[in-house]
């Protein structure tokens, strides 16, 4: 991992869907401590990613009727 080589950063943090990944956590973690540096992650319970929310939303949208055509674009402040 060369780009921990060129840092003087010794604390780090993952999170998201993809820090309850466990193979990498490890793998990351001992990166790491093998460079003196720290990880910080939370309980994989707090690791989510928003595709769970937006298929759900999805769900009720559809079961309502709502259709849209292929020139849908995202809206990242959408309110759901």
Known sequence: MEVFDKSDMDKFALAGGVASNTALRDALEGALAARGARLYVPSPVYCTDNAAM???????????????????????NLTL
Not at 54 to 76: K, M, Q, S
């Open 54 to 76: 937006i298929g759900a939303a999805a769900y009720y949208e559809y079961t309502a009727g709502v259709r849209h055509g292929f020139d849908l674009n995202a809206v990242p």
